[in-house]
């Protein structure tokens, strides 16, 4: 089983609109981190939130944390094409080790 | 920013064939990861290394040996390749101490076992 996991293999909106990925994971937590994957590129962070925070923000960028339903979101305003990508959630349980999410894969439509 | 550079970028082998993957980190970071990428599955961790001699097994390592040589360098061997091995593989590194977990992937290592 996962110990985290996206709630959406795919989603698509309009350059412009708003949307949010989700993620659930299984233990407990030390810290939560979404990365972007690019075509072609390996994963990069986006944004880390630890277990005693319930929100981050970077830019368009906003991330929440809800450790007593194990669950997170990631928000994004304004999209644009350049955020097509598939985007990981990434739960710390260990020192040293991080297990991603399965992946969701956003496609930002002109 | 922390660079991470992985070698060769496509790799085509025959089954039962024997495969180094390498890895060079140039940000003196101290933990280096193996992961592979999978529809379906995510990323998931074969193996990674807190220093120079030192290797910890991760979640799906069987097939697969690692060496970390110096604290740049960290390799996946593959010694008897099988089709189930074709995949994406990834080499991480990270500073727990400096960068809070933070994760630097290179852009990857696609196998392919015939």
């Known amino acids: 089983s996962q110990l985290a996991e996206e709630n959406s293999w795919a989603l698509s909106v309009h350059e412009g609109e708003s949307v949010t990925v989700n993620c659930s994971y299984k233990t407990s937590i030390t810290a939560l981190q979404w990365y972007r994957q690019k075509s072609g590129k390996g994963p990069a962070q986006l944004i880390l939130i630890r277990s005693n925070e319930r929100e981050k923000r970077n830019g368009r960028l906003r991330a929440t944390l809800d450790t007593s339903s194990q669950s997170s979101s990631l928000s994004i305003t304004a999209t644009r094409c350049e955020d097509t990508a598939v985007y990981f959630c990434?739960?710390?349980?260990?020192?040293?080790?991080?297990?991603f999410g399965q992946g969701t894969k956003l496609s930002i439509k002109p | 920013e922390a660079a991470v550079t992985q070698s060769p970028r496509n790799k085509v082998t025959v089954t039962g064939g024997n495969v180094t993957l390498s890895c060079r980190q140039t940000n003196s970071h101290n933990y280096m990861y193996w992961y592979r990428q999978d529809t379906g599955h995510g990323l998931r961790l074969i193996h990674y290394s807190y220093g120079a001699g030192n290797l910890q097994i991760g979640d799906v390592p069987d097939g697969y040996k690692a060496t970390r040589t110096t604290q740049e360098d960290f390799f996946l061997l593959l010694e008897l390749a099988s089709p189930s091995q074709t995949s994406l593989y990834f080499c991480?590194?990270?500073?727990?101490?400096?960068?809070?977990?933070?994760?630097?992937f290179g852009s990857g290592t696609r196998l392919t076992v015939l």
């Open positions: 990434a739960s710390n349980y260990n020192q040293g080790k991080l297990i």
């Open positions: 991480a590194s990270s500073d727990p101490g400096t960068s809070a977990e933070t994760l630097y």
